[in-house]
T-cell receptor, first 111, second 116 residues
């Protein structure tokens, strides 16, 4: 199973871009990178996912390195409501199709 | 509804009692997942249903835990003879198709279970 490594916590100033890194050096060619976040006491919220190319949606941008061994989630203008635990997940290949969540990064947006 | 719906949102039960937790996935979603999250911990995969295929039960922690999905839609997670260590939030999620197609899963808000 491809595993991910994320910093335990990060701070970001309100209004600035938050750049959350993730290492997934054992990723295989057909495994997607997913990002979710979990705000306290809520269910996880889907943010974005990608395979090879960079992706952007209304919430964030996902930058995947050319060798696919790492990625960065970018929140362009962080707000206090973006304070949450952010999970980087590489989909487990095979028949089970399940997502395995690690411990994530606690992003604290400071006023 | 537009999202994954779970009930009850909160449940307090006595040790030794059985509990049932219900999940209504997003309409048309063929895949359904159950996870649990103990206080301050990460998400723990429990079970996965995909269409009419045999479910992946590899995450169920003991034989006190079971789940079924009737008619390919609603799912019920049952915990028999509850123990205090079963206290957690139980999260249900669904996806339109299997993740191998590059789909994503959407979570409900969870059922908070407290065993006293």
């Amino acid at each position: 199973d491809a595993k991910t490594t994320q910093p335990t916590s990060m701070d970001c100033a309100e209004g600035r871009a938050a750049n959350l890194p993730c290492n997934h050096s054992t990723i295989s060619g057909n495994e997607y990178v997913y990002w979710y976040r979990q705000i306290h006491s809520q269910g996880p919220q889907y943010i974005i996912h990608g395979l090879k190319n960079n992706e952007t949606n209304e919430m964030a941008s996902l930058i995947i390195t050319e060798d696919r061994k790492s990625s960065t989630l970018i929140l362009p203008h962080a707000t206090l409501r973006d304070t949450a635990v952010y999970y980087c997940i590489v989909r487990v290949d095979g028949a089970t199709n399940k997502l395995i969540f690690g411990t994530g990064t606690l992003l604290a947006v400071q006023p | 509804g537009a999202g994954v719906s779970q009930s009850p949102s909160n449940k307090v039960t006595e040790k030794g009692k059985d509990v049932e937790l219900r999940c209504d996935p997003i309409s048309g979603h063929t895949a359904l997942y159950w996870y649990r999250q103990s206080l301050g911990q990460g998400l723990e995969f429990l079970i996965y249903f995909q269409g009419n295929s045999a479910p992946d039960k590899s995450g169920l922690p003991s034989d006190r835990f079971s789940a079924e999905r009737t008619g390919g839609s609603v799912s019920t997670l049952t915990i028999q003879r509850t123990q205090q260590e079963d206290s957690a939030v139980y999260l249900c999620a669904s996806s339109l198709r299997p993740l191998s197609s590059g789909n994503t899963i959407y979570f409900g808000e969870g059922s908070w279970l407290t065993v006293v």
